[in-house]
């Protein structure tokens, strides 16, 4: 049973380029300090045994988890504004990059739904949404 008649929800947007673990460096002189980065085989905590299966450079929108995804997705894309050409050279190197956004809710009804402006990320760096819808009970 329902704790809430009010759904409760949380999202975030991260930019995230993956699997090339030789630029991190260079990534973080021309973009900033990510939110996240690690590379294949480091520890997933300093107490942990678990080991990360892939590479990745992250940053990740600042925003409170419970704004819009529509709010995180721009300020990622804002963001990525001043960063487009050289993003693009990756793309065109091959370097895999994604904006990855995770939407959660616990009512069986919600959803998203993003404008033209805040869709235009996509096709201006050439690079693919990756969203994870996640439902639970509270």
């Not at 947007?13 to 973009?31: F, G, K, M, Q, V």
């Not at 939407?103 to 402006?117: A, S």
Request: aromatic share 10%.
């Amino acid at each position: 049973m329902r704790k809430s008649t009010q759904p409760k929800f949380w999202s975030t947007a991260s930019l995230r380029i993956h699997d090339s673990p030789e630029l991190h460096d260079e990534l973080t002189i021309r973009l900033g300090t990510p939110s996240e980065c690690h590379k294949k085989g480091d520890p997933r905590f300093a107490t942990s045994k678990r080991r990360w299966s892939n590479d990745i450079w992250m940053i990740k929108s600042p925003l409170p988890e419970r704004r819009d995804i529509g709010e995180h997705l721009a300020w990622v894309a804002e963001f990525a504004r001043p960063h487009a050409t050289y993003l693009r050279k990756l793309v065109r190197r091959d370097v895999r990059i994604d904006i990855y956004m995770t939407y959660c809710c616990d009512y069986e009804h919600c959803g998203i739904g993003l404008g033209p402006e805040q869709l235009e990320i996509f096709t201006r760096l050439g690079i693919r949404m990756e969203i994870s819808i996640l439902t639970y009970d509270l």
